[in-house]
């Protein structure tokens, strides 16, 4: 059974940081990228930022010099620091890991967690 299990969301104020974490189960997590996305209230998901398995990291515009995206293997988790958080940052954070094996898309997601960005 695929677990990806978020954790880490919280309320904090706009220059704060939160560091998010994805605790993977059920998959061979060095073969996935790695991912978290986000969906604000009224909005559409939205890619934050991806991982491979060989370290290579992408961000959005919008968090790039401001959030981090890690990986530890040895414990199947996938982080993202965020600094100077904004509120426009507030949105449920989803982790997300997907691999194409022979053609074969795997593609899976955790349930969220809640960042809120407020004084």
């Known amino acids: 059974q695929v677990q990806l299990v978020e954790s880490g969301g919280a309320l904090v104020q706009p220059g704060g940081s939160l560091r998010l974490s994805c605790a993977a189960s059920?998959?061979?997590?060095?073969?996935?990228?790695m991912g978290w996305y986000r969906q604000a209230p009224g909005k559409q998901r939205e890619l934050v930022a991806t991982i491979t398995g060989g370290g290579t990291t992408a961000y959005a515009d919008s968090v790039k010099g401001r959030f981090t995206i890690s990986r530890d293997t040895g414990q199947n988790t996938v982080y993202l620091q965020m600094n100077s958080l904004k509120p426009e940052d507030t949105a449920v954070y989803y982790c997300?890991?997907?691999?194409?094996?022979?053609?074969?898309?795997?593609?899976?997601w955790g349930q969220g967690t809640q960042v809120t960005v407020s004084s």
């Open positions: 997300n890991g997907v691999r194409v094996f022979f053609g074969v898309k795997n593609d899976y």
């Open positions: 059920g998959i061979a997590f060095s073969m996935y990228v």
